[in-house]
């Protein structure tokens, strides 16, 4: 799978008591998303980190006509609608990031259960130099059970600039795994000391398509 050049990502909060209803219209509105210009789409709830119990939808994108049509799509779009009226969905960011090399073949099957975001921006590093030690690191994240390692770079919404690395595991133990192998590497540590981590979430994935 080739890396994609646009990826949306929408945060929207959502009551407790409605979180069923409306993941499962998350389910039916990522179907009209691939219709309407989505190369793929990732959906679930958040569990840990900034905003626990939001909503998270992340959209591909292979140019910005796709994502434009999946904007012109929304105000027509009756699983939106009920989104927002039945189950009270309220969206509070929508950032568009233009994608970045990463050298990782992905591994989609089993459906991924956990996707780890994490969001950063440069502080010593140029961003060559960032993304070839992050591609350095891919290896280990393979070997430890990540399934997809994806990063991209704000292009409009809130904090511009800054970079969001989204990986996909099968299951806890695989992050953890991942986690403890890259305390001991290299490449890992001159990465982390030239970026500045403010934001990692994990996020429970309902459905991918």
Sequence with gaps: MSTPNFIAITGA??????R????????????ECRENGAVRVTYGSVISGRHPGALVF???F????????????????SAYSRMINNYAVAPFSRNLFRGKPIEFEPKLEPMPKYLMLTRAHRKSLEEADMLGLLNKTASVFKASGAQTMRMGQVLTGSDLGTYML????PDMSAIEKTY????????????IS????DMRSITKIAGIL
Aim: charged fraction near 15%.
């Design 180 to 191: 403890d192998a890259l305390s001991n590497n290299t490449d890992y540590g001159n990465l």
């Design 13 to 18: 909060n959502c009551p407790a008591a409605s």
């Design 166 to 169: 989204g990986v996909t595991y």
């Design 20 to 31: 069923q209803g409306a993941l499962e219209e998350m389910a039916h509105f990522a179907q």
């Design 194 to 197: 030239g970026v500045e981590v």
């Design 62 to 77: 292979d140019d910005l006509t796709g994502f434009e049509g999946v904007m012109n799509m929304i105000p027509k779009s």
């Design 58 to 60: 992340v959209q591909f």
